[in-house]
């Protein structure tokens, strides 16, 4: 028998809905799962915990950071786990690296981990210092100070007003396009500050960064492109649960579970979202705004 899967870690990202999760997956022991953004481990672990021989978690994220962080947390044989620098959107790729044509389940975990707000140096939180960058991928792409210095205002006004659903969009957008250096978190803060009441303000600075980082990595159409072929890399009986953390997430998940159910591949196991129980959110701030979607492929 091979070495067993993770034994626990002092991770301080906490997994949204670790319970929920397991539940819909559905772990087989000997299962295949494919973790589409594993991040530091929070969920893998504990579907590691439930795999016997034969089983495997196959993990991608698009920061290396992260999987660095990800291997010291879950110290386990290459036969139990694969890492991926990668999208998920690349799944075909992965897949065919592994030699592997379909999952027992596949799960994402949208958005960014407590460890990616929390670094001092990716441009992630408003309440950081440093260079307006907010690429999970780092060695690929521009960051959100070349986003902003390249956008005219209409289409900055745009990108907050879709992505961050912020009211004051426009002004915003002015206010940001008027300042003479527009390179690091302080710069877009005190872009921000001048043009908008007090009140509140921290929500203001949160729209704002939600909306720069979904348009700098192209988050909806990175989903848009996993959800047009995920199925073909499911078993049958497979199991997907994706957690979203934004209404446009959620409402692409929704439609497109809702299409393949009415084409008779896919049953949907969640009528409604799934969200987090009310001692979860106390515990766990991230957990207040995800929702859980999952479904299982047609046998
Ligand atoms: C919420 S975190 C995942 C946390 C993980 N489920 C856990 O419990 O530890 C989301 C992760 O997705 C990664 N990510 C974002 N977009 C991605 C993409 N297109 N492909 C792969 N990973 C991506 C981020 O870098 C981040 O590490």
Redesign the pocket.
Known sequence: MNQHPAQDSGLT?I?VMITEVLSYLAIQPDGIYLD????????AISVLKELTDGGKVVG????EE?LDICKQNLKTSSSFLSLHHN???NLDNIFAAEGLSTAHGILL?????SL?LGSKNRGFSYRSEGPLDMR?DQSNGSGAGKLIDQAGRDSLAQIFKEYGEERLASRIAKSIKEMTAMNTIADLREAIRRCTPPNHRDRTFARIFQALRIAV?G?LD?LQQFLAKFIDFLRPSGRIVIISYHSLEDRLVKHSFKELASGGILDILTKRPITATEKERKNNRRAGSAKLRAAVKVA
């Open positions: 990202h997994p589409g953004t594993i991040g530091p481990g929070g969920h991608i994220d698009r920061d992260a999208s998920y959107a975990d949208l958005g960014l981990s990616q999970f990595n988050e990175i």
